[in-house]
């Protein structure tokens, strides 16, 4: 009787390791699929590389730079006005950023509590919002495209939304690059 007992908790503890072993694996399956979405996720960079990145569409983008959709950016980890803002985007070959829609970044920006200058401001010759390209903002391309005061440059913010405040005020910076 000793010996079946034997036989039986040997199966019964077997059965239990194998199943432990496919739980364990549905697991692993379960945790890459959920935190990790090809083709959208945004991948950052170690340095320059010959070849796209993997999983950023279409990027090679620098070291410290996102490449997300063919296009690289910068999220800065230091506040300045916009003037400056701007200045340190041209320093590096790109512009501040020129968003095609208002919810275009949220996707890598949804944790984040800082506001960050994009590259729209007003001019006073044309009498219109302009993108640092030239192009004037298009309506209902962002948010909210009533700005209160034209003296002052926009601010992408942690909810998605633009907002406009004095540019002279200290606030962070995205910095993009257009590859295509």
Known sequence: MAASQTTLWRLISGMLGVTALVLMAILGILMKNTFIEPDNQPTASSGPTPAPQKDSGCCSCQEKWIGYQCNCYFISSDSKPWAESKKSCASQNSTLLQL????????????????????????????????????????????????????????????GNVLDEPCTKQNYYICQQQLI
């Not at 970044?105 to 200058?117: P, V």
């Not at 994009?118 to 219109?128: Q, V, W």
């Open 100 to 159: 095609h829609n208002g919810n275009e970044l949220q996707r890598f920006m949804r944790s984040n509590t800082h506001f960050y200058w994009i590259g729209l401001s007003y001019s006073k010759e044309r009498d219109a919002w302009l993108w640092e390209n030239g192009s004037a903002l298009i309506p209902d391309q962002l948010p909210v495209t009533k700005f209160s005061n034209t003296r002052n440059c926009i601010v992408y913010s942690p909810s």
